[in-house]
């Protein structure tokens, strides 16, 4: 038994494609308990994506495969679900968004059409029930004259409106888990800082975990209660919000906190990491952070760091660590 809604256990998503073996997620493993929101951390390319879409059970088979240990979500291993029950908790129990929702949503269909299809499919609601309950989520999301936006098409609609909808669709049966795959990155600050309200303010009445997912410290910062940073396909270092941003360990980390636009501190002395993530068939040994990290030794380069304990429930993958923050160059 375990005690997480979601455990997820040394988990490996490979692609086998003509041009070698990705691994574009190696060895993860973290938890997201009932009713709390963990934020998942990195460039674009780090495996984010491909974390949230294997706790789906929907990475791409060939050329994807899930080679983890488990993922246990309320304690029965989802990797080992067959298909069908799979299909089952997806969209009830456990429910995502993406970033684009123009490429989740049905053109042809109206809103309410495509939310009163969930309900259909994972409840025992009457069709006249489940267009009540459709109604109800569009209100829920704040979606302005809810009983007339039911009978929209979803062109019709601004970006952030659409982000409503998919919200709607993923909340429309109440699930236990929710993954929102870089849910404003397409979307305007004004409008960013709405759709994040919004998610906060319906776990706050529905109890729901969430695990977000966003290249934007900004976005951590402003939702999450635990945050776990990935690079090249792993978790580096993994802590409550609070202790991150005051004490991050992982120079990943902190570059990543020194690339957040700051008001208060000069323009010159914001730190960027240089470099880009490798990709997942040329991941260097040792530390894969260590082409870029400048306090990288001959130790980071052949040997890789094993995530440890720094502070209570505060754990990352650095041979330095613990660092000093002046020495580390970072703004404070
Ligand atoms: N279908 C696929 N085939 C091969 N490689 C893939 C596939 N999907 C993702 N990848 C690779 O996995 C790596 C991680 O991708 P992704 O999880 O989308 O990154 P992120 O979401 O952090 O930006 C990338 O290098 C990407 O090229
Ligand atoms: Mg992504």
Redesign the pocket.
Known sequence: MTTSLLEVRDLRTY?H?DRGL?R?VDGISFSVDRGRTVGLV?E????????SLSVMGLV?DP??RVEGEAVLFEDRDVLRLPADQRRQLRGSKMSMIFQEPMTSLNPVHTIGRQIVEVLLAHTTLSPKAARDRAIEVLDLVRIPSPAARFEEFPHRLSGGMRQRVMIAMALACEPALLIADEPTTALDVTIQAQILDLLHDLQQRLGMAILIITHDLGVIAEVADDVLVMYAGKIVESAPVKDLFADPQHPYTIGLLGSIPRLDVERERLATIEGTVP??DKQPAGCRFSPRCPFADRRCREKPPPLRDVADGHRVACWHAPIEQHAAGATT
């Open positions: 692609f494609t990705f574009a990195g674009s390319g780090c495996g984010k994506s491909v974390t791409p050329p994807g990709s997942p």
